[in-house]
């Protein structure tokens, strides 16, 4: 069983920085393409920013330039930097990872529980 855990968020104020992780656990043999995604009430879940199993990594046009994601294949966890939040990147954030498994034979979607993110004015 694959299980993603994320971590680092919290209630900050305009301009402020926080650093989201996302550790994945269990049976893994490799890990594809890495995200992260974000819900704010009422709204749907979209996609803040992707990476890679190379690394190159893609943005929503709402966070470039303001955040960074990055990956550690060897630790399986995955990172998101953001810096000068604003109160409408508030929102609950998910982490997804493509995982192989030697149960499944193929390459599965996994999201983490969510962490919430509150970027107050």
């Known amino acids: 069983q694959v299980q993603l855990v994320e971590s680092g968020g919290g209630l900050v104020q305009a301009g402020e920085s926080l650093r989201l992780s996302c550790k994945a656990s269990?049976?893994?043999?490799?890990?594809?393409?890495m995200g992260w995604y974000r819900q704010a009430p009422g709204k749907q879940r979209e996609s803040v920013a992707t990476?890679?199993?190379?690394?190159?990594?893609n943005y929503a046009d709402s966070v470039n330039g303001r955040f960074t994601i990055s990956r550690d294949s060897d630790k399986k966890t995955m990172y998101l930097q953001m810096n000068n939040l604003k109160p409408e990147d508030t929102g609950v954030y998910f982490c997804q990872m493509s995982v192989w498994t030697a149960a499944t034979l193929k390459f599965f979607d996994y999201w983490g529980q969510g962490t919430q993110v509150t970027v107050s004015s």
């Open positions: 990476i890679n199993r190379v690394g190159t990594p």
């Open positions: 269990g049976s893994i043999g490799n890990i594809n393409a």
